[in-house]
Nanobody, 123 residues
Framework: QVQLVESGGGLAQAGGSLRLSCVAS????????QAWYRQYPGKQRELVAG???????SYVDSVKGRFLISRDNAKNTVYLQMDSLKPEDTAVYYC?????????????????WGQGTQVTVSS
């Protein structure tokens, strides 16, 4: 079964940095788009940054110039480098991947989510 496992969350001071990683494991044939989302308490998840299989990136306006998404296809890993952190970046961050893989019974293209990692930025 496919799993996405995030790491790198934690506590940082305002102005500091954190780097999130998300490793996809399982019988994976192709990883298409990958992304990072975040969720504030009581709110819906919002897209923070995305990266296509070709390396094209996009960001929500609030993180442009501060966050950088990248991917290492050989390691099935997507990263989110977060610099100049602000208290309003405090949230649970989730990685997301659109990939073609062996599921429970069939090989198919599906969207998968990680379990989430808490990022807390103190002022």
């Amino acid at each position: 079964q496919v799993q996405l496992v995030e790491s790198g969350g934690g506590l940082a001071q305002a102005g500091g940095s954190l780097r999130l990683s998300c490793v996809a494991s399982g019988r994976i044939f192709v990883i298409y788009n990958q992304a990072w989302y975040r969720q504030y308490p009581g709110k819906q998840r919002e897209l923070v940054a995305g990266i296509t299989s070709g390396g094209n990136t996009s960001y929500v306006d609030s993180v442009k110039g501060r966050f950088l998404i990248s991917r290492d296809n050989a390691k099935n890993t997507v990263y989110l480098q977060m610099d100049s952190l602000k208290p309003e970046d405090t949230a649970v961050y989730y990685c997301n991947a659109d990939l073609f893989a062996q599921g429970a019974t069939i090989i198919s293209r599906q969207e998968y989510w990680g379990q989430g990692t808490q990022v807390t930025v103190s002022s």
